[in-house]
């Protein structure tokens, strides 16, 4: 079986998807196909031209990202926890130095999605290292390569190990999820994936239904992300770009961006 890769946003599909002439992933609304049309390669031509570089934020966590930029040019995060260690989102680049660099800190234990924009190579990913991956079941349409290590969650919350939880809250996918870390800081770290979007200064999070293409959310939509997250505790957050790490006053930023919001709907 054939695999390939979308280069507007790094997923990886069967063969049989190129006969369309279009990425899935890419032709929705959130996303967009790039100026050049859509084009496709494979993770051998990645290996020849990206490496992944992967960075201590501190003792417990990691950024693993390519270099060059690829695709969308986000970052994933190895999560070491004594139980077992956690990936939240993934990139389409796995070589052997990121798995013997990963195995050398205790492997994975699970891999764990924000949304679909992330999938990347995950079933690769679960292969590497015999672990499941968790994706949230409202997001069950968009994964359009699925293997056996696919796991379906449902509901609000799915609490992991070492006080380390998934958050659903919709929004930007209907599967939109968060993880909240409790030992990554005082009061908990919250891994945002895009399901929160942090702005360049750092004072302002958005939530929308698309970033690149600058769609809102309806006011319904909008109210159920708020309803579902307004009682997390956290006190630093991470998210899905280089620059957009905010420790210590993560909490008092996403308070007065939803304040904002709510205003502006007319909650």
Not at 100 to 108: E, I, V, W
Request: proline share 4%; glycine share 8%; aromatic share 12%.
């Amino acid at each position: 079986m054939k695999l390939i890769i979308c280069e507007t946003c790094g997923t990886q599909y069967r063969e049989e998807v190129q006969l369309t002439g279009i990425c899935p992933i890419c032709s929705d609304d959130r996303q967009y196909i790039g100026d050049n049309g859509q084009q496709w390669t494979n993770m051998d031509e990645l290996k020849k031209g990206h490496k992944v570089k992967i960075s201590q934020v501190n003792e417990r966590l990691y950024t693993v990202k390519m270099e060059p930029a690829f695709a969308l040019g986000h970052r994933a995060f190895l999560v070491l926890s004594p139980t077992g260690n956690v990936l939240w989102d993934c990139i389409p680049l796995l070589d052997q130095a990121t798995i013997d660099f990963t195995n050398s800190k205790g492997g994975l234990k699970a891999i764990v999605f924000s949304h679909p924009h992330y999938y990347s190579t995950m079933n690769e990913w679960a292969a590497a290292f015999n672990c499941p991956i968790y994706i949230h079941q409202n997001d069950r349409e968009f994964i359009f390569y699925r293997t056996e290590a696919v796991k379906l969650w449902e509901g609000d919350l799915h609490p992991l190990w070492d006080d380390i939880s998934i958050v659903h809250t919709g929004g930007h996918f209907p599967g939109s999820s968060l993880l909240r870390v409790g030992a990554l800081s005082p009061k908990g770290a919250i891994l945002a994936g895009d399901s929160f979007y942090l702005s360049k200064s750092k004072r302002h999070i958005a939530v929308m239904h698309s970033y690149p293409n600058q769609i809102l959310l309806t006011k319904k939509e909008f109210a159920e992300v708020y309803r579902k997250s307004a009682g997390l505790i956290f006190d630093t957050l991470y998210g899905a770009f280089d620059g957009q790490n905010l420790e210590g006053a993560a909490h008092d930023v996403f308070a007065a961006s939803m304040q904002r919001y709510i205003t502006s709907y007319e909650i």
